[in-house]
């Protein structure tokens, strides 16, 4: 019977020490990995920025075109960051260049103050064929009435976004918009940094601009109901979707945003360009 337990004893070590060599070479083989996604990162980064690319931003992508040359070079850098460590791919359809520019122009935009910052939560972004309903089909049958453009996957779609293909390319046709499907997407994931999609980014405001930017939602939206707004009603949905679609009026067409809604041009300079001298130049 001794001889058995020892056995058994034995046994019990010999598994242990299997699993632990298991382990260990897993997490060797995960930081090699890691190192191995850094090293190609950092060689991405330092080729130049295709002439193609550039002459894609310019014709499709307001934003970019009116930087100055600094701004230019690091709107360049932060999209090859991007492009390089996202995927995106296409479900039905074809993505190109372009698309993936145009991808990579709807996540720099909204954070371009923020030059670190890169989406973390976000692996995948998938474009689809047309719009879709909330089971991800694009098919069109009697009694469909759902038509969904944009979406932050959530659940077994964490950290992806899905997006129109259609949509997308309506809103980077180089001329000024209200609005841009992509941005709203973007918008909701800096939304979501602070763990709810709420219309309260903690990432970008400070909580002394909490209540004044509740106040400001609630007094748009009375104007939205009334239909004494110019802005996407579907902004009333909630505080959520308000930040959103003001977010996307705000960077595709601020000129005319800053000319009819001051105050909320006030209030999302601060949130998206801490800095709020450096957007007066820009504008």
Request: a negative charge.
């Amino acid at each position: 019977m001794m001889i058995l337990e020892a056995f058994l004893l034995q046994l019990e070590i010999m598994i242990g020490l299997i699993l632990f060599a298991m382990i260990i070479i897993g997490i060797i083989i995960r930081s090699r990995k890691a190192e191995l996604k850094k090293r190609e990162l950092k060689l991405k980064l330092q080729e130049n920025f295709p002439e193609a690319w550039k002459e894609i931003l310019r014709k499709k992508v307001i934003f970019y075109k009116e930087l100055d040359d600094e701004d230019k070079s690091l709107f360049e850098k932060r999209i090859q960051l991007f492009i390089s460590s996202k995927n995106i791919d296409g479900v039905g359809t074809e993505i190109d260049d372009s698309i993936k520019l145009m991808v990579a122009s709807s996540a720099v935009i909204p954070s371009f103050a923020f030059p670190g910052y890169n989406y973390p939560s976000v692996s995948t972004i998938l474009l689809y064929p047309n719009s879709f309903d909330e089971e991800f089909k694009t098919e069109r049958y009697k009694g469909h009435k759902e038509f969904i453009t944009g979406m932050v996957g959530d659940g077994a779609m964490n950290g992806t976004v899905i997006l129109s293909k259609p949509e997308l390319e309506k809103a980077f046709d180089g001329i000024p918009h209200k609005t841009n499907v992509g941005i709203h997407e973007f918008v909701h994931l800096l939304d979501k940094e602070d763990g709810a999609i709420d219309g309260i980014p903690k990432l970008l405001i400070e909580d002394t601009h909490i209540d004044p930017w509740l106040f400001e939602i609630k007094k748009e939206m009375r104007k939205m109901e009334k239909g004494n707004s110019d802005i996407n009603p579907y902004g009333i949905t909630n505080n959520a979707e308000f930040l959103a679609v003001v977010s996307e009026y705000f960077f595709d067409n601020p000129d005319k945003f800053k000319r009819r809604h001051p105050e909320l041009y006030s209030f999302l300079s601060t949130f998206f360009y801490p800095d709020f001298n450096e957007l007066e130049e820009r504008t």
